[in-house]
């Protein structure tokens, strides 16, 4: 039986390979994909020797969220931020928050969304009074079509556009993606190729692969987090390595976002973030020279504000995901004029 496809979007960045599969070159798995069948992300498939996206304007999630929420603190700071999602993803962590969208396609469930098109997202945007879009929530590479489309019409009016992405996409998929997009919060998840094995049924080096090539060879404005896992990437060791692979590989102005951790989704068996190890962890980074370290999930904690790298003044004082004050001028610290990396700020 021939599948019905006139309602469904080809793929991008595919390519034919031999005995009639497809090379799918959007992320690292870079699957081999034969008639019939799906990608490992389940959410893209060869039909008729044809990738198409299964889940191209199935919108599952649509939210005006504050910028640093993403988090992204050196970016349009104080901002709103016009976040979607579409399901499905290329991981699967046992810790997701959101798996109920995120890992629905692993766990045998329906790919369903609100049928939203790119006119739609963007015209919901400008109504909202966000200054970007973010493709957020699951991951934003596995539905990179919608991610274009929209990337596009939002440059037209005066959007920016950013990632919350687990950074497994291809160079080829960043080179796509960068005539339209101004920012990315990738997560680094540990420094071990082991954890990402175990937990995320993935691998480490491709993620280092991106965030390099994303801080070096583009103008994409880049953040970084890592979820604090007690007893799993927590060590002192593997933190200054982490450290240490951010300031070399990436750059010591891009902001390193220290999550606390509640247990979720498979991962219920251990116990939250202790705040002496998001403090060990955050003098790490400080340590191996990192001008911007944050705490996340730890509202009320001064380690959420912005503070000169120079002469120690609180710039941008934040609460939550709240900014109560910013003395930032023209992107300069007031005292001592020292610059402050970012985008827009």
């Not at 104080?78 to 928050?97: D, K, L, P, R, V």
């Not at 489309?149 to 080179?175: H, M, P, Q, W």
């Not at 604090?228 to 060791?237: A, I, M, R, T, Y």
């Not at 973030?273 to 020279?289: F, M, N, V, Y």
Request: charged share 25%.
């Amino acid at each position: 039986m021939v599948e019905d496809v006139k309602n469904l979007k080809k793929a991008v960045l595919w390519e034919l390979g031999g005995e009639g599969k497809i090379q799918c070159n959007l992320c690292s798995w870079r699957c081999a994909i034969s008639e019939g069948k799906l990608g490992h992300c389940k959410v893209r498939k060869n039909i008729g020797g044809v990738l198409y996206s299964l889940n191209y304007d199935k919108v599952c999630a649509a939210n005006a969220d504050p910028i640093e929420k993403k988090p992204l603190f050196h970016f349009q700071p104080g901002s709103y931020s016009f976040s979607i999602a579409c399901m499905g993803c290329n991981f699967q962590c046992e810790f997701c928050q959101n798996w109920q969208i995120s890992q629905v396609a692993y766990d045998g469930g329906e790919i369903d969304g609100q049928a939203t098109g790119p006119e739609e997202i963007v015209d919901a945007a400008v109504r909202a009074s966000c200054q970007s879009i973010a493709y957020t929530y699951t991951e934003p590479t596995i539905f990179m079509e919608l991610c274009a489309d929209c990337g596009r019409l939002g440059k037209e009016k005066g959007l920016a556009n950013v990632f919350v992405s687990n950074g497994y996409e291809t160079r080829e998929a960043i080179d796509f993606a960068s005539e339209w997009l101004d920012g990315m919060n990738i997560d680094l998840k540990a420094f071990s190729d082991d954890y990402y094995r175990r937990l995320c049924k993935a691998r480490l080096g491709p993620v280092l692969d991106t965030i390099s090539y994303v801080a070096k060879e583009t103008d994409i404005w880049l953040e970084l987090t890592t979820l604090l896992v007690p007893g799993e990437n927590d060590s002192d060791d593997e933190l200054k390595q982490l450290a240490g692979f951010i300031a070399e590989k990436a750059g010591v102005d891009v902001p390193w976002h220290i999550s606390r951790f509640h247990p979720n989704y498979k991962y219920r068996d251990s116990v939250t973030t202790p705040a002496e190890s998001l403090k060990r962890a955050e003098e790490i980074g400080k340590s191996a020279g990192l001008r911007y370290v944050y705490l996340g999930n730890v509202p009320g904690s001064k380690s959420e504000s912005t503070f000169c790298y120079k002469c120690g003044k609180n710039l941008i004082e934040r609460v939550g995901y709240r900014i109560v004050n910013n003395d930032l001028e023209n992107g300069k610290c007031p005292d001592c004029g020292v610059t402050i990396a970012g985008f827009e700020l």
